[in-house]
């Protein structure tokens, strides 16, 4: 019970610093990332960070104005669709 409860405040903490990013992000190349585009659409944009953390893959990558944001997908298949957008 207690690690539980120790789960749901790190979660919650951790959702109190990031924030559901606005669609659409405009990248600098012309690239427009909509909450359907795909994992091959946002690698298109100015990279950061990319891996593999707690089950999804992670796209750290910046906008045209320089703003950070992290993409998560189900798999680092070129095909798959956002599962979440945070900045």
Known sequence: MKKLLALIS???VNAAFA???TYPIECNNGVSITASS???DVQKCLIKKQKTSGGLYEVKFVDNNDHSYECKFA???PTEVI???EN
């Open 10 to 12: 790190l979660v919650s």
């Open 75 to 77: 798999t680092n298949s």
């Open 38 to 40: 795909t994992l091959a």
């Open 19 to 21: 924030s559901q990013a």
């Open 83 to 85: 599962n979440s957008c």
